[in-house]
């Protein structure tokens, strides 16, 4: 069972910008960035691809300065306006299980889905990462 979380200021106020016209690739910074579900373009090997794409992500963001970060999955990068909104189908459990995995050492990210515009999304929240 999920419980409803409020967007972190910083993604809604995008989220918004992004339905009003503006393109996700426009309001990427070191502490946002929108990443669109492989399952909607043509492409082999969707879930590797998605995979590599969102621990790349998350890892760039942890060894960054900024402190926390936010991913949101299911947005078109290039692409104004609602038509942006294609939306995920995937489980936020796996992805930050994946994004765990599949990082040395270990990233431990915050993972939920929410509604917005119509489309499923999932907010990974990426805290800065630990020095060892």
Do not use: Y
């Amino acid at each position: 069972m999920s419980r409803k979380r409020a967007l972190p200021n910083i993604v809604a106020d995008a989220l918004e910008r992004i339905r009003e016209s503006a393109t996700a690739d426009d309001l990427e910074s070191a502490v946002l960035d929108f990443k669109e579900d492989p399952a909607h373009t043509p492409t082999a090997h969707v879930t590797a691809k998605t995979a590599d794409m969102l621990v790349r992500t998350a890892a760039c963001f942890a060894n960054g300065s900024a402190g926390r970060a936010f991913i949101v999955f299911g947005i078109a990068d290039r692409t104004p306006g609602p038509a942006a909104f294609n939306g995920t189908g995937r489980d936020p459990a796996d992805i930050a299980h994946t994004i765990f995995a599949n990082t040395r050492p270990h990233l431990a990210v915050d993972a939920w889905s929410t509604q917005v515009h119509g489309a499923r999304l999932v907010i990974i929240r990426v805290a800065a990462g630990m020095a060892v």
